[in-house]
């Protein structure tokens, strides 16, 4: 008898013992991933990139893109879709990774558009119609133009915009952000400065779901 009572309090002690352990992990875990996102902060925030939403949200998700990307246009209504589930709670931050053969010249086009405050109908237009002007995993920029049309664009004042050395310059930074943060494929994720565990919009999601509780309690 007294055998098994030593033998029930030493599996007590076990368990309390192990879940300890598990809380301290995860404490550290998760003081990991909050050193991770100040760290990310200075490479995901630029002044230069084009935002949506309110400036003052508590979610921010940083977004690498490559317009070529066809995950980036299958995810792009999905992301609107959950910003909108949760109305000015949520910050969309673009950064360009323009990692297809030709793709800068279209992030020109956007940044052209962008100047006549048109980037985000622009955005949606080419993404929409993707297939219109990529081939074979290759972006064609002279093909972007007629899908822009019916957005009272003045053409002429992009074909001018397009080479304009602070576009280059965008980027430059952008890539080299990207280089820093390791981003190596579109879209690449943040979510208040952490990247996602696994790429899938579910994980997107439970990310956003998981900041939006961390914010409400402050």
Known sequence: ?????????????????????????????????????????????????????????????????????????AFYPRVKELMAAHPDKIRLVLRYAPFHPGSDKVVAVLEAARRQDKFWPALEALLANQNGWTQNHVAYADRTWKHLDGLGLNMEQMAFDITA???????????????????????????????LPSFGFAQLQALVEQALAETSQR
Do not use: W
Not at 35 to 47: D, G, H, I
Not at 165 to 186: C, F, H
């Open 1 to 73: 008898m007294k055998q098994k009572t030593l033998f029930i309090v030493a599996s007590i002690l076990l368990l309390v013992g192990f879940a300890a352990g598990m809380f301290i992990y995860n404490q550290q875990q998760q003081e990991a991933a909050n050193q991770l996102a100040a760290a990310n902060r200075a490479a995901l925030l630029r002044m230069h990139a084009p935002s949506l939403g309110k400036a003052d949200a508590p979610v921010v998700i940083v977004e690498f893109l490559d317009p070529a990307c066809e995950t980036c246009a």
């Open 165 to 195: 050395p602070e576009i280059a310059g965008v980027i430059e930074q952008d890539l080299a952000d990207a280089r820093s943060l390791k981003v190596s494929k579109t879209p690449e994720f943040f979510v208040n400065g952490k990247p």
